[in-house]
T-cell receptor, first 116, second 113 residues
Framework: AQTVTQSQPEMSVQEAETVTLSCTYDTSENNYYLFWYKQPPSRQMILVIRQEAYKQQNATENRFSVNFQKAAKSFSLKISDSQLGDTAMYFC?????????????FGTGTRLTIIP | GAVVSQHPSWVICKSGTSVKIECRSLDFQATTMFWYRQFPKQSLMLMATSNEGSKATYEQGVEKDKFLINHASLTLSTLTVTSAHPEDSSFYICSPRRADTQYFGPGTRLTVL
């Protein structure tokens, strides 16, 4: 079984600043994926970034990067040079590496507001 | 990129009626389909998982006779909310999976009066 915890229900930051969203997880799997999804006001789920747990290098996608600490079971998302379009709900999620029918386990989300 | 459509995007119905939500993967074949519901300001809650041609597997607490899932093909899945009641009002999201990537439909907002 997997659990994902996001302890920050809401965050706000000034435009152009850097913000870090926290996520911790627990799993009995040896190999798994970790994700950050963005859900803007349109409610369309958008994949922000993905990390395979067996990879030591932290994933990056342009302004988005993660700090993956496997021993601590921590997976935080850093957004650099934040933009107004980054305003959204952000969900951390995990799933076993052997995808199959295994479900994604989502955290409760962090509502991020970028202030102009 | 992969495109997923859901229809309708918004539906209002009277209590006691049934509503069918259609989910299509337009440019890929999905090996597995997940259906979620999301209440305002909450996370996605998995309702059921299905594979093409097989019966869906429902999560604990989800009534399989109320939420009928048909996974007719690798590109089409439907969710029918039968005898809908106001407490079924929610945002429903389909999520087809292909290999190691999961995609999401744009969602359907259901309001039951």
């Amino acid at each position: 079984a997997q659990t994902v915890t996001q302890s920050q229900p809401e965050m706000s930051v000034q435009e152009a600043e850097t913000v870090t969203l926290s996520c911790t997880y627990d799993t009995s799997e040896n190999n798994y994926y970790l994700f950050w999804y963005k859900q803007p006001p349109s409610r369309q789920m958008i994949l922000v970034i993905r990390q395979e747990a067996y990879k030591q290098q932290n994933a990056t996608e342009n302004r988005f990067s993660v700090n993956f600490q496997k021993a601590a079971k921590s997976f935080s998302l850093k957004i650099s040079d934040s933009q107004l379009g980054d305003t959204a709900m952000y969900f951390c999620a995990s799933t076993p590496l052997n995808f199959g029918n295994e479900k994604l386990t989502f955290g409760t989300g962090t509502r991020l507001t970028i202030i102009p | 990129g992969a495109v997923v459509s859901q229809h309708p995007s918004w539906v209002i119905c009277k209590s006691g009626t049934s509503v069918k939500i259609e989910c299509r993967s337009l440019d890929f074949q999905a090996t597995t389909m997940f259906w979620y519901r999301q209440f305002p300001k909450q996370s996605l809650m998995l309702m059921a998982t299905s594979n093409e041609g097989s019966k869906a597997t429902y999560e604990q607490g989800v009534e399989k006779d109320k939420f009928l899932i048909n996974h007719a093909s690798l590109t089409l899945s439907t969710l029918t909310v039968t005898s809908a009641h106001p407490e079924d009002s929610s945002f429903y999201i389909c999520s087809p999976r292909r290999a190691d990537t999961q995609y999401f439909g744009p969602g359907t907002r259901l309001t039951v009066l």
